[in-house]
């Protein structure tokens, strides 16, 4: 069991090596940090849209890419997506992405930086989210940014 890091600043302008975002099952990055993932990381999407194109895409499913030389990990931690404030993340699949992502620490230098997963226009309790985060990072520290500093309750 790992503690979070906290760090505000800009995940997309850190040094961070490998970076976890969370994706919908519908191959769409259009808004929210997988938008910024698409837009700085484009292989990153390539990889992600190529996987829903051949094989489709399920929860708890992640597909890393190399894009400008760091680790982009398409976490699929959601279904459908939606911009109703309904919540969209699949706590389950969260259980089993980080879980699953302790096979691969020392692979990732046992760091592991994202944002507040699920919990933006995924709609997810941050209290939720931080706990399975928490419980499940073992062979890694997870480190998370924020823009303003700010932890959600």
């Given at each position: 069991?790992?503690?979070?890091?906290?760090?505000?600043?800009?995940?997309?302008?850190?040094?961070?090596?490998?970076?976890?975002?969370?994706?919908?099952?519908?191959?769409?990055?259009?808004?929210?940090?997988?938008?910024?993932?698409?837009?700085?990381?484009?292989?990153?999407?390539?990889?992600?849209?190529?996987?829903?194109?051949?094989?489709?895409?399920?929860?708890?499913?992640?597909?890393?890419?190399?894009?400008?030389?760091?680790?982009?990990?398409?976490?699929?931690?959601?279904?459908?997506?939606?911009?109703?404030?309904?919540?969209?993340?699949?706590?389950?699949?969260?259980?089993?992405?980080?879980?699953?992502?302790?096979?691969?620490?020392?692979?990732?230098?046992?760091?592991?930086?994202?944002?507040?997963?699920?919990?933006?226009?995924?709609?997810?309790?941050?209290?939720?989210i931080s706990e399975i985060i928490e419980m499940e990072s073992i062979n890694y520290t997870p480190i998370v940014y924020t823009l303003d500093?700010?932890?959600?309750?």
């Open positions: 069991m790992s503690k979070i890091i906290y760090i505000t600043g800009d995940l997309i302008l850190s040094d961070e090596p490998t970076i976890l975002h969370g994706c919908n099952a519908q191959g769409k990055m259009g808004s929210g940090f997988a938008l910024q993932i698409r837009n700085n990381y484009p292989d990153a999407y390539k990889t992600y849209i190529k996987y829903y194109n051949e094989c489709g895409l399920i929860t708890g499913l992640i597909i890393p890419a190399i894009s400008n030389n760091k680790i982009i990990l398409n976490a699929i931690s959601q279904d459908k997506y939606g911009y109703d404030k309904k919540v969209y993340v699949d706590y389950q699949a969260l259980y089993k992405i980080f879980r699953d992502l302790n096979k691969y620490g020392d692979i990732f230098d046992n760091r592991i930086a994202m944002p507040l997963i699920g919990s933006g226009l995924a709609g997810g309790s941050w209290k939720i500093g700010i932890i959600p309750d």
